[in-house]
Nanobody, 120 residues
């Protein structure tokens, strides 16, 4: 079995910062990409950022220059440093990991989500 667990959400004022963490554990052969998505009330889930095992990253235009994704392959963990937060960043943030459970099988796994609220 594989588990993906997020932590680090919370409430912050506009302009503030938060750091999210996501750790994968269990029967893992290797991990391909890991990333963060978010879903605001009444909206579809959207990609925030993701990073490959080689370190290549992609960001949504709305977060470029403010958010930074990083990854610790030894710990099977991905981080999202969020700076200059805006009220429109308020959402539930989900971690997604593409994990090889054996040499030929890749599955996608989601975390349970962590709430980020940006409000004055």
């Amino acid at each position: 079995q594989v588990q993906v667990v997020e932590s680090g959400g919370g409430s912050v004022q506009p302009g503030g910062s938060l750091r999210l963490s996501c750790a994968a554990s269990g029967s893992i052969f290797s991990i391909n990409a890991m990333g963060w998505y978010r879903q605001a009330p009444g909206k579809q889930r959207e990609l925030v950022a993701h990073v490959t095992s080689g370190g290549s990253s992609v960001y949504a235009d709305s977060v470029k220059g403010r958010f930074t994704i990083s990854r610790d392959n030894a710990k099977n963990t991905v981080y999202l440093q969020m700076n200059s937060l805006k009220p429109e960043d308020t959402a539930v943030y989900y971690c997604n990991a593409l994990i090889k459970i054996n040499p030929t099988t890749v599955n996608g796994y989601w975390g349970q989500g962590t709430q980020v609220t940006v409000s004055s």
